[in-house]
DNA sequence: GCCATCATATTGTCCTGGACAAAGCGTTAA
DNA sequence: TTAACGCTTTGTCCAGGACAATATGATGGC
């Protein structure tokens, strides 16, 4: 694969530093060294100081470990056998594909070289489907295209940051168009801490002005003590959760619990994306959404038990 | 202070783990364990299993060492005297307010329940200023008044975090607005791997953008190698980097340096950011931007360098 | 055949205490 | 004023042990 790694500096030619593996993969200092003294894998190399230096190879083995493992993949299955098959796992993997073809126009505009078309592609999608549409049916598929190509080694790292972007302006720019004059209900969205996952969150938000809806998004990562506090100050109806896929469950679930018990009875808590889906019952007290195209109806339902009043 | 914390679930009223700590002060755990070894703070609690549990105090005490580390001062400084002296500190640094009167509207706004008239009065500055001088002028003011908020505890974090949105929104708006047709320049925007610095980011994309160039944002924290294969493959004219103020000098020197001796000779380069202000002469063939209003006549001087050619 | 319960194996994160390079700071020499 | 140098501060790394939380597989009851 001739990606963009190719461009190695001599300076840097050896290997990186433990720390930046921990960033580039986002696999803790700590579990490198442990699966080091595990599974013999990594097996960076030292300098001279006895400290670790990772070689690019393994660093972009790393890479793709944590993405299968977050795809639900286990260490141990990964990580014993000869490392070279990791190459075929990938190859195998991929059989999902081919119901996604509808996306494969994506991969060679963001390896053209111009942006422009690419950009003018999306807006032209966005205004023919409609948001709402764009949003469940198109960007989904994009994002699993994009995954998929980063595995097969088809995509480098600054084309999917290229491919966020992009998608991110175009959102930002919907939802900012929608406007939004203080309707009901008032939702705050956000995802817990240790969670990531922006772009699905822009999803949810667009989604929700497309339907009347205005989110005030905290943005990712806030804690639930701040949630709590945010959503007390600023008269929330609802609290909306997102979870990505990654996500372990019993966390979400007991996120939610907490969540649940801080906040004041009249605030509802609605939870989704990935780390839900499948999960059987969920918390009491707690609505989930189990696929982007259930944000709607649920908001009508909730318009229907909310009949407006007059005052706030 | 009736700050956001209050809310604290009986859960997590003891306190946190040092993981959370990590996350949200963004101190390593290494660097957390040996402060607490030296200067004998922080100082957790042990749960059953003898694992640190750090109280909400100490947490908003290391915040708030963090953000005035990240102004510069050292930690021998904050963390030797009775950290009691901290609030004093606090008290005594915010001394620059009083320029600033500008933006202290933003306080209350921020305070209010209601968002929508704070999106207004946004929108309404850029539009009324004017995209350049809202980035140069307004946006720096507010981010300084709502950082010197955050210090005295009149703004809770939750509340930074929606500004911080709003803005976004905003600019990316008005970044998307402008549309951007293929022209020249062609620009590479991005900062080296460990800064955060989102806002800046995309503060300089607008500035851009208001100026007929069209930025191509790789958004932070991409490795240089990243940047490298970025601007090979798009046919970049310039690479800009945005360094923050905390990042330490000599870092972004290197950074610089290596960056220069990997791209290709006709692509520019262009650094700026609190991080290079100050700094005395710069990296060679790097054009350092000492401040943001420079960026218009440089970029009109990229231009006269580079008369409009017929093909591409 | 399907679901609950338990035992077992796997796996991430935390701990201690030592070590050391890199960055910062202040002083002296040019 | 700048440059070079030594001392101090400070962040990150290491090893190897420990253990709770989670997943997996087996067993038994419906």
Redesign the pocket.
């Known amino acids: 694969m001739d990606n963009t790694q190719a461009a190695a500096t001599p300076a840097q030619a050896a290997g990186v ?4 593996v ?1 960033r580039d993969t986002g ?13 013999g894998f990594p097996r ?1 190399l ?1 300098d ?6 990772y070689p690019a190879e393994q660093v972009e083995h790393l890479r793709l470990i944590k993405r299968l ?1 977050d795809q ?9 056998p000869p490392i070279a098959e990791l190459g075929e796992r990938l190859a195998a993997n991929p059989a999902k594909v081919g119901a996604d073809d509808t996306a494969d126009w994506i991969v060679p505009m963001l390896k053209a070289r111009d942006i422009d078309p690419l950009r003018a592609e999306l807006a032209q999608r966005l205004a023919r489907d409609g948001l709402e549409r764009f949003v469940i049916e198109t960007v989904p598929a994009l994002n699993r295209r994009i995954g998929e190509g980063w595995m097969a080694g088809e995509i480098a790292i600054f084309e999917e940051h290229l491919y966020t972007e992009l998608v991110q302006n175009q959102l930002r720019s919907s939802i900012h168009t929608l406007g939004g004059r203080g309707t009901r209900p008032q939702i705050l969205l956000t995802t817990v801490k240790d969670e990531e996952h922006i772009l699905g969150l822009l999803m949810v938000e667009a989604l929700l002005a497309a339907n009347g809806a205005f989110a005030l998004s905290l943005g990712a990562q806030t804690p639930i003590a701040d949630i709590v506090g945010a959503a007390r100050a600023t008269n929330t109806d609802i609290v909306a959760l997102s979870f990505s896929g990654a996500y ?4 979400s679930r ?1 996120a939610l619990i907490e969540l649940r018990a801080a906040l004041p009875e009249r605030t509802e808590l609605w939870a989704g994306g990935g780390g839900l889906a499948g999960r ?1 019952r969920s918390v009491a007290g707690v609505r989930v959404i189990g696929a982007l195209s259930e944000i709607a109806p649920t908001l009508a339902e909730w318009h229907a038990a909310h009949p407006r009043r007059s005052g706030h």
Chains 1, 2 share one sequence.
Request: charged content about 35%; hydrophobic content about 35%; aromatic content about 10%.
């Open positions: 530093s433990i720390a930046a921990e696999l803790g200092k700590d579990t490198l060294r442990v699966w080091e003294r595990r599974y960076p030292r001279a100081f006895g400290e670790r230096v493992m639900g993949q286990r260490p141990g299955t990964l990580l014993r372990p469950w019993r966390k007991d059987g």
